[in-house]
């Protein structure tokens, strides 16, 4: 069974940055569109970024120009760097393939606030 574990959230200044990990156990991870999700308080789950097994990107237009998706297929892990945070990015962060195949971990808190 695939385990997703996420972590390098925390508390951040508007306009601050932020490095988000996540790690895959027990899969092949480089067959596998990765992405990055996030959910609100109070609000539905959303698609924050996606990269491809070939590393084409795509981005929410509301993170287009701040966030950068990566991965490493050699560590199972993806990455999401974000820039200019607002506080509206405050959520949990999670990732999970770009269809959520699998089992969500427990997320990373991110919180932008002065």
């Known amino acids: 069974q695939v385990q997703l574990a996420e972590s390098g959230g925390g508390l951040v200044q508007p306009g601050g940055s932020l490095k988000v990990s996540c790690v895959a156990s027990?899969?092949?991870?480089?067959?596998?569109?990765m992405a990055w999700y996030r959910q609100a308080p109070g609000k539905q789950r959303e698609l924050v970024a996606a990269?491809?097994?070939?590393?084409?990107?795509n981005y929410a237009d509301f993170v287009k120009g701040r966030f950068t998706i990566s991965r490493d297929n050699a560590k199972n892990m993806a990455f999401l760097q974000m820039n200019s945070l607002k506080p509206e990015d405050t959520a949990v962060y999670y990732c999970?393939?770009?269809?959520?195949?699998?089992?969500w971990g427990q997320g990373t808190l991110v919180t932008v606030s002065s």
């Open positions: 027990g899969t092949i991870f480089r067959f596998f569109t």
């Open positions: 990269i491809t097994t070939g590393g084409s990107t």
């Open positions: 999970n393939t770009g269809t959520m195949a699998w089992q």
